[in-house]
DNA sequence: TGGATTTGGATGCATATGCATCAATATATA
DNA sequence: TATATATTGATGCATATGCATCCAAATCCA
């Protein structure tokens, strides 16, 4: 657990970070994909925009919520945009800015993605976590990766 | 925790399994990128190759053990074999099978990598889990989503 | 004030992935 | 044996991501 000797269950763990999401991950988008919606990323984006309290979001904060690249939000808006999911504003504040909001369609698409996200959750990962108590320590152990630092 | 309703508890863990691994293997690849080495994914295969009973690996068998689609290990194995880590041969019992083998190359490059791995695994998992007891509890849990069923 | 620097976001280009399809060989069935 | 079917791997095309760079507006500073 030195910083550059992690001990062989501490490689184990990461081994199966990167695993058990690989999977979890393709079993949930493929059962999406398999009811006729769209990638979860867009879920995540037009979610975060719901929550949001004004009127939308910046792309900086959509970037600093997801982890996503620049680039990447700029581009996953516009094809969020062209599929009439959410709207582009100018901010008033800075000439630079785009506001992002989320239209009435975006957020018939989340409200009908719902059911099906939480299924396919319940199925992959509910299921097979077995109880609450190791769900619990499940999200506190992946919490302390996510944390700063 | 039933079928199609996962509890709260659930939804977070399956919420931060994604973000937990999307934050640590970003962290993880640039170390190496910035270090000058190929992305994990070469690793991966080339670890395979390495652990190999026999002369390699057909490419169904890197498709099975590392979770990717058919054409992603066919175009991974052109890349691995244009910068000369790793052989391709016929196999004598079928015509239709490539088997990848790795070269001294290929050797010397996991020789290389690993030290900027581990360390890198050390700093991004390891300090953050704090204790071996968490470590375990974590690999439990995720060998969990990983078993079949 | 006016020019340098920083910041928010877009975009061209290279690379990686998903999807469908194809070619070649192997296996099953008549 | 001859034909149909299944399996292995490659490949053309569309889409997604990474990287570098660019543009425009904002901020800094002499």
Redesign the pocket.
């Known amino acids: 657990m030195t910083e550059n000797a992690p001990s062989e269950t501490v490689v184990q763990a990461w081994a199966r970070l990167v695993k058990a999401q690989h999977k979890v991950l393709?079993a949930v988008e493929a059962d999406l994909?398999r009811a006729g919606f769209p990638?979860l990323?867009w879920y995540d984006v037009l979610l975060e925009l719901r929550r949001a309290p004004g009127q939308g979001l910046?792309?900086?904060?959509i970037?600093a919520e997801l982890l996503?690249?620049?680039?990447?939000?700029?581009?996953?808006?516009?094809?969020l945009e062209k599929a009439g999911l959410v709207g582009?504003r100018p901010?008033a504040?800075?000439?630079?800015?785009?506001?992002v909001t989320i239209t009435p369609s975006g957020r018939d698409l989340l409200r009908r993605m719902w059911p099906a996200y939480r299924a396919a959750i319940a199925r992959h990962v509910g299921r097979k976590l077995e109880s609450e108590a190791n769900a619990r320590s499940l999200a506190d152990l992946l919490g302390r990766l996510i944390d700063a630092g």
């Open positions: 393709g994909k990638p990323a910046r792309h900086l904060e970037e996503l690249a620049q680039h990447n939000v700029s581009r996953l808006v516009d094809r582009r901010v504040e800075d000439g630079r800015g785009q506001l």
